[in-house]
């Protein structure tokens, strides 16, 4: 089968530094994307790893480990807005995509 | 610039009724389609994609079945709705140029299904 595995929940205070992190197993790899979705509202795209490294677009970043089957996102200078799920999501070959459960980060005061 | 239409935007419906939720998507040709569903809290579940006109993957066997009768026209239908069909539907288009191509999603702001 194909999964990806990442934390439930996440809470972090406002101005701070928050990973969220995400290990895969997928019959190919084709790359790992990472969504951010608001309540009630559709997933929008944050960024994509096809290689190893990390990946930076503005307050956002994201690593990848293909060796680990492993990537991350992490948020920096936490805002109120920025409480939402988060969603990492792998092309395993072609044009499917597969998403991970989420992770609900919870941004407080 | 492309754009995503899904509707209807939200539908009541009773146990063993028929569905049938409707996708187009403008300013681009031959997309990707895929048709995803949400269970409350949870994440994205793959239901079908589509390449080309005719041509549906199927990724989870269930009462559920799409077409794509047009370029830009994905439409998800059942003949008798579950209980266990409940949730939020999600239309996304993607391009079909792999090289260099995040392969990135465009959704649709979705269809709340609720089964009774």
């Known amino acids: 089968g194909q999964s990806l595995e990442q934390p439930s929940e996440v809470t972090a205070v406002e101005g701070a530094i928050v990973q969220i992190n995400c290990t895969y197993q997928?019959?190919?790899?084709?790359?790992l994307s990472w969504y951010q979705q608001h309540d009630g509202g559709a997933p929008t795209f944050l960024s994509y790893?096809?290689?190893?490294g990390l990946e930076e677009t503005g307050r956002f970043s994201s690593f990848l480990s293909r060796s680990d089957s492993y990537g991350y996102l992490l948020l920096q200078e936490l805002q109120m807005k920025d409480s939402a799920s988060y969603f990492c999501?792998?092309?395993?070959?072609?044009?499917?995509?597969?998403f991970g459960a989420g992770t609900r980060l919870f941004v407080k005061a | 610039s492309q754009t995503i239409h899904q509707w209807p935007a939200t539908l009541v419906q009773p146990v063993g009724s028929p569905l049938s939720l409707e996708c187009t998507v403008e300013?681009?040709?031959?997309?990707?389609l895929y048709w995803y569903r949400q269970a409350a809290g949870r994440g994205l579940q793959l239901l079908f994609y589509?390449?080309?006109?005719?041509?549906i993957s199927s990724e989870v066997p269930q009462n559920l079945s799409a077409s794509r009768p047009q370029d830009r026209q994905f439409i998800l239908s059942s003949k008798k709705l579950l209980l266990s069909d409940s949730g939020f539907y999600l239309c996304?288009?993607?391009?079909?140029?792999?090289?260099?191509?995040?392969?990135?999603?465009?959704f649709g702001e979705g269809s709340r299904l609720t089964v009774l």
């Open positions: 790893n096809a290689l190893d």
């Open positions: 999501a792998v092309r395993p070959g072609g044009f499917k995509t597969i």
């Open positions: 589509s390449v080309g006109i005719g041509q």
């Open positions: 300013g681009t040709s031959n997309p990707n």
């Open positions: 997928t019959s190919g790899f084709y790359g």
């Open positions: 996304a288009w993607s391009s079909q140029v792999l090289r260099a191509n995040t392969g990135e999603l465009f």
